[in-house]
């Protein structure tokens, strides 16, 4: 007896299609461009920094993609993998460097939500 898994497999493939609670992932920029508002920066439940992203009927958790942001002339914070944030002497980091970084975000612009889609990873549905 022969059994063809050809025919299941597209069935199971359409049934999941159809199966509610099972939201893709989305990217901030298309969220942005639909209208969804962003919130302050804070922390998911995983612990990771990120923003919650909304429009009344659905919310999203983006992930914060931004390993370093200034905070004023002298200082600048780093983020850790864990979801610290650390202090960094900013003079001792740009000298590094050879100048300062002009499209490294401010803290203030992170933590007020005014952020570039290239400073935001992954948007994950909140349930």
Do not use: H
Request: charged letters at 20%; proline letters at 4%; aromatic letters at 10%.
């Amino acid at each position: 007896m022969r059994i063809s898994f050809g025919p299941i497999a597209v069935a199971a493939a359409i049934g999941l299609a159809f199966v509610p609670g099972m939201a893709q992932a989305e990217s901030y920029s298309v969220l942005a461009k639909q209208g969804y508002a962003t919130g302050k920066l804070s922390r998911g439940k995983s612990g990771a920094w990120g923003w919650v992203v909304g429009n009344g009927e659905k919310k999203f958790f983006c992930r914060m993609n931004v390993a370093s942001a200034y905070v004023n002339k002298k200082e600048m914070v780093s983020f850790t993998a864990s979801g610290r944030m650390l202090k960094i002497d900013r003079a001792t980091y740009d000298g590094a460097l050879g100048g300062s970084d002009p499209n490294k975000p401010y803290l203030k612009d992170l933590q007020a939500g005014r952020v570039k889609a290239a400073d935001v990873g992954g948007c994950s549905p909140l349930r």
